[in-house]
């Protein structure tokens, strides 16, 4: 089991690595939380944020490979992931939202906590928390 986990971490790595830099969009941009600031996505997409005590937590390890399966559902809907797996060293993402352990959170656009979850989700329940969102509603209205 160990072994396998450590080939989806691995793989999932590979694919999607840790950027410092949102600039492109195209694909699903994982950040570390230390390098974000979460007033600079207000209004432009969705933060997806993974909290964990450490990167080898088979929770981490089982949401990251459920989000890499399914990317695009989440980048039509303007999300970038954000990892936090440094508890000694708080993040003020981690300091604000004040996870207990694991956790999945999605803030809105506006900013607000829209979703807060202590186990991994696959990517349609996540899509249909932020389809429920009322600026999403709002968006698939709009267009």
Do not use: C, H
């Not at 080898?56 to 459920?66: G, L, S």
């Not at 979850?117 to 698939?140: G, H, K």
């Amino acid at each position: 089991m160990k072994r396998l986990i450590s080939i989806v971490f691995t793989v999932f790595f590979g694919l999607w690595p840790v950027s410092a830099n949102a600039e492109d969009m195209r694909d699903l941009t994982i950040l570390r939380a230390q390098d974000v600031v979460l007033e600079d996505y207000l209004w432009i997409s969705r933060p997806l944020i993974v909290f964990a005590e450490t990167e080898a937590d088979p929770r981490f390890v089982e949401q990251m490979a459920r989000l890499a399966a399914r990317p695009e559902p989440l980048l039509e809907r303007d999300v970038v992931v954000i990892i936090d797996t440094e508890p000694d060293t708080p993040s003020d993402i981690r300091t604000t939202l004040r996870p207990r352990g694991f956790a999945v959170v999605i803030l809105q656009k506006d900013g607000r906590v829209g979703l807060r979850r202590p186990s991994p989700r696959d990517v349609r329940e996540l899509t249909r928390a932020i389809d429920n969102f009322s600026l999403r509603q709002d968006e698939l209205r709009n267009r």
